[in-house]
């Protein structure tokens, strides 16, 4: 993380983004325990607020505009934020102000969303089938969608006979990507 730049050393900036997005991952995932899907709040949130610099310029450049006070900053965020954003969310960009970090969000954000997608290699996924599925064609599936996922997969499944295509799968609450579907075409033909 360290390069050496004129003699002396400095920290990179991504090594101090992974000590901010470390500090408030954490703190979530202490929340999450009391209400699950803070940590998911909170990964949207600096989602959001990072696409909503991207799109106002303005925004972007009071932000990391080292004229503008610190306290004009963090009244601004307050104004942007409070209310909208979870108190954690709002409380880290009020910190990076603080410390002189605001040009560094877009890369704390990327550091708790890298931290976030590691937390979630389970996947739970719906199956629903016209038809019951035995346990090889289960086991099947699910190996598939391991494999296409990187990740490990808890089944459930239904049964609807009403289904026309033979199977729906949802994963995460999302009715399944198309990558996927060649994939499940196949399978399905061997259901039928």
């Not at 090889?136 to 997969?153: F, G, I, M, W």
Request: net charge negative.
């Amino acid at each position: 993380g360290c390069h050496p730049e004129s003699g002396g050393w400095i920290i990179s900036t991504e090594l101090i983004a992974d000590r901010y997005a470390d500090a408030i991952f954490q703190a979530a995932q202490e929340l999450d325990r009391q209400q699950p899907g803070v940590t998911k709040t909170i990964d949207e949130n600096l989602a959001d607020v990072a696409q909503l610099l991207l799109e106002q310029a303005d925004l972007a450049m009071l932000w990391a505009h080292p004229v503008v006070t610190v306290e004009d900053k963090k009244s601004m965020a307050r104004q942007l934020l409070a209310g909208h954003v979870h108190p954690l969310a709002l409380n880290l960009i009020l910190l990076l102000f603080d410390k002189k970090r605001g040009p560094i969000f877009a890369e704390v954000q990327a550091a708790f969303r890298k931290r976030y997608d590691r937390t979630r290699l389970r996947a739970t996924v719906k199956v629903t089938s016209a038809m019951a599925l035995d346990n090889q064609q289960v086991e099947s599936l699910r190996h598939e969608l391991a494999v296409k996922l990187s990740k490990d997969v808890h089944m459930d499944t239904a049964v609807d006979p009403a289904l026309i295509g033979g199977l729906v799968v949802q994963i995460d609450d999302q009715v399944i990507d198309g990558s996927l579907r060649g994939r499940l075409e196949a399978l399905r033909i061997s259901l039928n």
